[in-house]
Protein backbone atom coordinates (compact mmCIF):
# COMPACT_ATOMS: atom_id res chain seq x y z
CA UNK A 1 0.00 0.00 0.00
CA UNK A 2 1.21 3.57 -0.94
CA UNK A 3 1.17 6.33 1.41
CA UNK A 4 -1.05 9.18 1.05
CA UNK A 5 0.15 12.13 -0.83
CA UNK A 6 -0.57 14.13 2.62
CA UNK A 7 1.98 11.76 4.66
CA UNK A 8 4.50 11.95 1.49
CA UNK A 9 4.43 15.96 2.38
CA UNK A 10 4.27 15.74 6.15
CA UNK A 11 7.54 13.13 5.56
CA UNK A 12 9.08 15.77 3.23
CA UNK A 13 8.48 18.71 5.82
CA UNK A 14 9.90 17.00 8.67
CA UNK A 15 12.66 15.62 7.08
CA UNK A 16 13.58 19.38 5.45
CA UNK A 17 13.34 20.91 9.21
CA UNK A 18 15.36 17.81 10.40
CA UNK A 19 17.69 18.44 7.53
CA UNK A 20 18.18 21.84 8.30
CA UNK A 21 18.74 21.36 12.04
CA UNK A 22 15.47 23.40 13.08
CA UNK A 23 14.61 20.17 14.85
CA UNK A 24 16.41 16.55 15.83
CA UNK A 25 13.69 14.41 16.89
CA UNK A 26 11.64 12.59 14.61
CA UNK A 27 8.16 12.84 16.60
CA UNK A 28 8.77 16.82 17.15
CA UNK A 29 9.57 17.27 13.52
CA UNK A 30 6.46 15.48 12.03
CA UNK A 31 3.88 17.15 14.64
CA UNK A 32 4.98 20.24 14.14
CA UNK A 33 5.23 19.35 9.99
CA UNK A 34 1.82 17.90 10.52
CA UNK A 35 0.42 21.15 12.05
CA UNK A 36 1.94 23.07 9.09
CA UNK A 37 0.45 21.18 6.19
CA UNK A 38 -2.56 20.40 7.52
CA UNK A 39 -3.26 23.66 9.45
CA UNK A 40 -4.62 21.95 12.18
CA UNK A 41 -5.17 18.15 13.55
CA UNK A 42 -3.86 15.39 11.20
CA UNK A 43 -5.33 11.32 11.19
CA UNK A 44 -2.85 9.42 12.86
CA UNK A 45 -2.70 7.30 9.44
CA UNK A 46 -1.44 10.40 7.91
CA UNK A 47 1.66 10.96 10.03
CA UNK A 48 4.84 9.24 8.57
CA UNK A 49 6.87 6.93 10.19
CA UNK A 50 10.80 7.77 11.29
CA UNK A 51 12.36 5.60 8.08
CA UNK A 52 10.23 6.95 5.78
CA UNK A 53 11.08 10.64 7.54
CA UNK A 54 14.95 9.25 7.63
CA UNK A 55 14.28 8.38 3.75
CA UNK A 56 13.78 12.12 2.36
CA UNK A 57 16.29 13.18 5.06
CA UNK A 58 18.60 11.12 2.83
CA UNK A 59 17.32 11.82 -0.46
CA UNK A 60 17.63 15.71 0.65
CA UNK A 61 21.60 15.16 1.57
CA UNK A 62 22.42 13.29 -1.90
CA UNK A 63 20.41 16.24 -3.43
CA UNK A 64 22.55 18.62 -2.03
CA UNK A 65 26.06 16.68 -1.26
CA UNK A 66 26.16 14.61 -4.05
CA UNK A 67 29.70 12.64 -4.15
CA UNK A 68 31.20 14.44 -1.54
CA UNK A 69 28.89 12.73 0.98
CA UNK A 70 30.36 9.34 0.08
CA UNK A 71 34.03 10.56 1.02
CA UNK A 72 32.68 11.78 3.56
CA UNK A 73 31.21 8.80 5.41
CA UNK A 74 34.62 6.77 4.42
CA UNK A 75 36.43 9.69 6.49
CA UNK A 76 33.94 9.77 9.71
CA UNK A 77 33.69 5.90 9.76
CA UNK A 78 37.30 6.11 9.94
CA UNK A 79 37.48 8.43 12.51
CA UNK A 80 35.00 6.33 14.76
CA UNK A 81 37.09 3.55 14.21
CA UNK A 82 40.32 5.85 15.34
CA UNK A 83 38.24 7.10 18.66
CA UNK A 84 37.38 3.74 19.71
CA UNK A 85 40.78 2.82 19.74
CA UNK A 86 41.39 5.13 21.99
CA UNK A 87 38.26 4.44 24.30
CA UNK A 88 38.85 0.74 24.43
CA UNK A 89 38.40 0.14 27.59
CA UNK A 90 35.18 1.06 27.86
CA UNK A 91 33.85 -1.48 25.30
CA UNK A 92 32.39 1.29 22.50
CA UNK A 93 29.95 0.31 20.05
CA UNK A 94 29.48 2.30 16.86
CA UNK A 95 25.94 3.03 16.33
CA UNK A 96 23.95 5.68 14.49
CA UNK A 97 23.79 7.05 10.91
CA UNK A 98 28.05 6.59 10.20
CA UNK A 99 27.46 2.62 11.11
CA UNK A 100 24.26 2.61 8.97
CA UNK A 101 25.29 5.44 5.84
CA UNK A 102 22.50 7.39 6.65
CA UNK A 103 24.75 10.58 7.49
CA UNK A 104 24.17 14.05 6.59
CA UNK A 105 25.79 17.06 6.62
CA UNK A 106 26.64 17.76 10.38
CA UNK A 107 25.92 14.68 11.56
CA UNK A 108 27.12 13.52 14.88
CA UNK A 109 29.72 10.46 15.16
CA UNK A 110 27.19 8.37 18.05
CA UNK A 111 29.26 6.08 19.86
CA UNK A 112 28.21 4.02 23.47
CA UNK A 113 30.61 3.72 25.80
CA UNK A 114 30.12 2.00 29.44
CA UNK A 115 31.35 3.29 32.28
CA UNK A 116 30.53 4.11 35.81
CA UNK A 117 32.36 7.51 35.66
CA UNK A 118 31.75 9.95 32.93
CA UNK A 119 34.55 11.51 34.41
CA UNK A 120 36.87 8.50 34.03
CA UNK A 121 36.01 8.91 30.00
CA UNK A 122 36.83 12.69 29.66
CA UNK A 123 39.99 11.76 31.16
CA UNK A 124 40.69 8.64 28.84
CA UNK A 125 39.88 11.93 25.96
CA UNK A 126 42.35 14.27 28.23
CA UNK A 127 45.61 11.85 27.94
CA UNK A 128 44.66 12.50 24.08
CA UNK A 129 44.48 16.00 24.28
CA UNK A 130 40.77 16.09 23.14
CA UNK A 131 38.52 18.78 24.53
CA UNK A 132 35.27 17.60 25.57
CA UNK A 133 31.84 18.70 27.27
CA UNK A 134 29.98 16.42 29.51
CA UNK A 135 26.23 16.96 29.26
CA UNK A 136 23.87 15.56 31.81
CA UNK A 137 19.96 15.47 30.40
CA UNK A 138 16.91 14.62 31.97
CA UNK A 139 14.35 12.51 29.39
CA UNK A 140 10.75 11.74 30.13
CA UNK A 141 9.59 8.51 28.35
CA UNK A 142 6.64 6.12 28.94
CA UNK A 143 5.63 7.70 32.02
CA UNK A 144 9.83 7.42 33.73
CA UNK A 145 11.91 10.02 33.84
CA UNK A 146 16.13 9.09 33.41
CA UNK A 147 19.52 11.29 33.35
CA UNK A 148 21.28 10.38 29.96
CA UNK A 149 25.04 11.27 30.26
CA UNK A 150 26.79 12.55 26.72
CA UNK A 151 30.38 13.38 26.34
CA UNK A 152 30.48 15.76 23.43
CA UNK A 153 34.00 15.74 22.10
CA UNK A 154 35.15 18.56 19.69
CA UNK A 155 37.68 17.18 16.50
CA UNK A 156 37.58 16.41 13.02
CA UNK A 157 33.90 15.50 13.38
CA UNK A 158 32.19 16.29 16.12
CA UNK A 159 31.20 12.90 18.47
CA UNK A 160 28.49 12.30 20.80
CA UNK A 161 29.51 9.55 23.42
CA UNK A 162 26.50 8.11 25.36
CA UNK A 163 28.06 7.03 28.78
CA UNK A 164 26.07 4.14 30.13
CA UNK A 165 27.04 1.87 33.44
CA UNK A 166 29.33 -0.87 33.12
CA UNK A 167 26.65 -3.86 33.39
CA UNK A 168 24.72 -2.29 30.63
CA UNK A 169 27.28 -3.75 27.66
CA UNK A 170 25.52 -6.51 26.92
CA UNK A 171 22.11 -4.71 26.86
CA UNK A 172 20.29 -4.69 24.02
CA UNK A 173 19.32 -1.56 22.76
CA UNK A 174 16.21 -0.62 20.81
CA UNK A 175 16.03 1.84 17.56
CA UNK A 176 13.23 4.72 17.92
CA UNK A 177 13.47 4.83 14.53
CA UNK A 178 12.43 0.41 13.30
CA UNK A 179 11.80 -0.30 17.21
CA UNK A 180 13.90 -3.20 16.42
CA UNK A 181 17.49 -3.97 18.33
CA UNK A 182 19.81 -1.01 16.71
CA UNK A 183 22.30 -1.59 14.69
CA UNK A 184 25.81 -1.84 16.64
CA UNK A 185 29.42 -2.32 15.79
CA UNK A 186 32.83 -2.94 17.89
CA UNK A 187 35.76 -2.39 17.86
CA UNK A 188 36.64 -5.75 15.58
CA UNK A 189 33.36 -5.56 13.87
CA UNK A 190 34.12 -2.20 12.60
CA UNK A 191 37.19 -3.13 11.17
CA UNK A 192 35.76 -6.22 9.70
CA UNK A 193 32.84 -4.12 8.65
CA UNK A 194 35.39 -1.70 6.71
CA UNK A 195 37.51 -3.94 5.19
CA UNK A 196 34.02 -5.36 3.21
CA UNK A 197 33.20 -1.76 2.53
CA UNK A 198 36.24 -0.39 0.92
CA UNK A 199 38.28 -3.63 0.15
CA UNK A 200 41.22 -1.31 -1.87
CA UNK A 201 41.37 0.50 1.37
CA UNK A 202 44.73 -0.27 3.07
CA UNK A 203 42.79 0.34 7.04
CA UNK A 204 45.91 0.39 9.01
CA UNK A 205 47.62 2.71 6.96
CA UNK A 206 44.59 5.04 6.94
CA UNK A 207 44.42 5.06 10.51
CA UNK A 208 48.00 5.74 10.72
CA UNK A 209 47.61 8.96 8.69
CA UNK A 210 45.03 10.05 10.84
CA UNK A 211 46.41 10.15 13.94
CA UNK A 212 49.29 12.08 12.40
CA UNK A 213 46.75 14.72 11.49
CA UNK A 214 47.03 17.66 13.72
CA UNK A 215 43.52 19.22 14.28
CA UNK A 216 44.19 22.85 12.94
CA UNK A 217 41.21 23.83 15.43
CA UNK A 218 42.90 22.94 18.65
CA UNK A 219 45.86 25.01 17.12
CA UNK A 220 43.59 28.03 16.43
CA UNK A 221 42.32 27.78 19.46
CA UNK A 222 45.80 27.15 21.36
CA UNK A 223 47.25 30.35 19.75
CA UNK A 224 44.13 32.49 20.32
CA UNK A 225 43.74 31.66 24.16
CA UNK A 226 46.59 33.32 24.94
CA UNK A 227 45.57 36.75 23.65
CA UNK A 228 42.96 37.06 26.58
CA UNK A 229 46.42 38.22 28.58
CA UNK A 230 47.52 41.01 25.86
CA UNK A 231 46.41 44.43 26.05
CA UNK A 232 47.68 47.51 24.55
CA UNK A 233 47.29 50.89 24.21
CA UNK A 234 44.33 52.24 25.51
CA UNK A 235 44.24 54.84 22.60
CA UNK A 236 44.65 52.64 20.01
CA UNK A 237 42.86 49.45 21.86
CA UNK A 238 40.06 50.50 23.85
CA UNK A 239 38.12 47.70 23.99
CA UNK A 240 40.92 45.70 26.24
CA UNK A 241 42.49 42.51 25.67
CA UNK A 242 43.31 41.07 21.99
CA UNK A 243 41.04 37.96 22.07
CA UNK A 244 37.86 40.24 22.83
CA UNK A 245 39.17 42.35 19.83
CA UNK A 246 39.76 39.09 17.81
CA UNK A 247 36.45 38.03 18.52
CA UNK A 248 34.84 41.76 17.23
CA UNK A 249 36.76 41.24 14.28
CA UNK A 250 35.43 38.13 13.30
CA UNK A 251 32.08 38.93 14.62
CA UNK A 252 32.09 42.12 11.62
CA UNK A 253 33.98 39.54 9.07
CA UNK A 254 30.98 37.29 9.69
CA UNK A 255 28.81 39.77 8.82
CA UNK A 256 30.07 40.83 5.43
CA UNK A 257 31.54 37.45 4.01
CA UNK A 258 28.88 35.17 6.19
CA UNK A 259 30.52 31.88 4.26
CA UNK A 260 34.08 32.60 3.30
CA UNK A 261 36.50 30.29 5.34
CA UNK A 262 39.44 31.58 4.98
CA UNK A 263 38.65 35.68 5.21
CA UNK A 264 37.03 34.81 8.46
CA UNK A 265 40.31 33.00 9.60
CA UNK A 266 42.21 35.74 8.90
CA UNK A 267 39.55 38.10 10.99
CA UNK A 268 40.54 35.97 13.88
CA UNK A 269 44.02 34.82 13.76
CA UNK A 270 45.16 38.02 12.34
CA UNK A 271 46.50 38.79 15.51
CA UNK A 272 47.72 35.77 17.52
CA UNK A 273 51.47 36.64 17.33
CA UNK A 274 50.66 39.59 19.65
CA UNK A 275 50.78 36.70 22.42
CA UNK A 276 54.28 35.59 20.89
CA UNK A 277 56.03 38.12 19.71
CA UNK A 278 54.49 41.99 20.60
CA UNK A 279 57.00 43.62 18.35
CA UNK A 280 57.34 41.11 15.53
CA UNK A 281 53.31 40.07 15.91
CA UNK A 282 52.79 39.15 12.15
CA UNK A 283 55.95 37.12 11.41
CA UNK A 284 55.25 35.06 14.44
CA UNK A 285 51.44 34.50 14.18
CA UNK A 286 52.26 33.48 10.45
CA UNK A 287 55.35 30.81 11.70
CA UNK A 288 53.19 29.71 14.20
CA UNK A 289 50.49 29.28 11.94
CA UNK A 290 52.01 27.10 9.35
CA UNK A 291 50.30 25.04 6.60
CA UNK A 292 47.22 25.29 8.84
CA UNK A 293 46.12 28.65 6.58
CA UNK A 294 45.42 28.94 2.90
CA UNK A 295 48.20 31.34 0.90
CA UNK A 296 45.10 33.49 0.47
CA UNK A 297 44.81 33.59 4.40
CA UNK A 298 48.31 34.05 4.97
CA UNK A 299 48.67 37.00 2.55
CA UNK A 300 45.78 38.75 4.28
CA UNK A 301 47.73 38.55 7.50
CA UNK A 302 51.02 39.51 6.06
CA UNK A 303 49.38 42.51 5.21
CA UNK A 304 46.92 43.35 7.73
CA UNK A 305 48.44 46.47 9.21
CA UNK A 306 49.22 47.66 5.47
CA UNK A 307 45.12 47.88 5.27
CA UNK A 308 45.63 50.83 7.88
CA UNK A 309 48.19 52.66 5.95
CA UNK A 310 45.67 52.40 2.33
CA UNK A 311 42.74 53.66 5.02
CA UNK A 312 45.01 56.88 5.80
CA UNK A 313 46.60 57.49 3.03
CA UNK A 314 50.37 56.88 4.16
CA UNK A 315 51.08 54.43 2.36
CA UNK A 316 53.44 55.38 -1.13
CA UNK A 317 52.15 55.30 -4.66
CA UNK A 318 54.59 51.84 -5.16
CA UNK A 319 53.68 49.94 -2.24
CA UNK A 320 49.72 50.60 -2.66
CA UNK A 321 50.30 49.70 -6.62
CA UNK A 322 51.84 46.21 -5.77
CA UNK A 323 49.32 45.33 -3.51
CA UNK A 324 46.46 46.53 -6.25
CA UNK A 325 48.07 44.00 -7.84
CA UNK A 326 47.17 41.26 -6.03
CA UNK A 327 43.29 39.71 -6.92
CA UNK A 328 42.90 39.81 -2.92
CA UNK A 329 43.25 44.13 -2.33
CA UNK A 330 39.63 44.35 -2.25
CA UNK A 331 39.15 41.76 0.61
CA UNK A 332 42.38 43.40 2.26
CA UNK A 333 40.82 46.79 2.70
CA UNK A 334 37.60 45.13 3.95
CA UNK A 335 39.96 43.36 6.51
CA UNK A 336 41.06 46.31 7.71
CA UNK A 337 38.04 47.89 8.28
CA UNK A 338 36.55 45.05 10.01
CA UNK A 339 39.78 45.85 12.00
CA UNK A 340 39.55 49.32 12.94
CA UNK A 341 36.00 48.27 13.75
CA UNK A 342 36.72 45.86 16.31
CA UNK A 343 37.72 48.20 18.68
CA UNK A 344 34.40 49.23 20.52
CA UNK A 345 34.65 48.11 24.93
CA UNK A 346 31.53 46.94 26.16
CA UNK A 347 29.72 45.70 22.77
CA UNK A 348 28.81 41.96 22.34
CA UNK A 349 30.75 39.22 20.68
CA UNK A 350 31.00 35.84 20.06
CA UNK A 351 33.03 33.40 22.43
CA UNK A 352 35.87 31.47 20.87
CA UNK A 353 34.41 27.88 21.19
CA UNK A 354 31.47 29.75 18.83
CA UNK A 355 33.65 31.50 16.31
CA UNK A 356 35.84 28.10 15.92
CA UNK A 357 32.60 26.04 15.26
CA UNK A 358 31.15 28.06 12.63
CA UNK A 359 34.36 27.99 10.83
CA UNK A 360 34.79 24.19 11.57
CA UNK A 361 31.08 24.23 9.93
CA UNK A 362 32.02 26.21 7.47
CA UNK A 363 34.52 23.71 6.42
CA UNK A 364 32.32 20.26 6.43
CA UNK A 365 30.08 22.37 4.62
CA UNK A 366 32.56 22.85 1.54
CA UNK A 367 35.07 20.65 1.53
Not at 9 to 15: D, G, N, S
Not at 49 to 71: C, F, K, P, W
Not at 160 to 174: G, I, P, R
Not at 265 to 273: E, S
Request: proline share 4%.
Amino acid sequence: MFPSKLRQQIAWEAARMMYQRQESEYYRAKMKAARRICQGWAKPADLPSNAEIRDQVQMLARLHEGDARTDNLRAMRLAALAMMQRLERFRPRLIGSVLTGHVRLGSDVDIHVFSDAAEAVGHALEQHGLPYVIERKLVRKHGEARIYTHVHVTAEFPFELTVYSAKEAHYVFKSSITGKPIERASIAELRRFLAEQYPDLDLDEALAEASEQVDRFQVYESLLLPLENVRESLKHHPEGDALYHSLQVFDLARHELPYDEEFLLAALLHDVGKAIDRHQHVAAGLEALGETISERTAWLIEHHMLAHAIADNTLGRRAQRRLRECEHYDDLVLLGQCDRGGRRPGVEAPELDEALQYIRELDRMFR
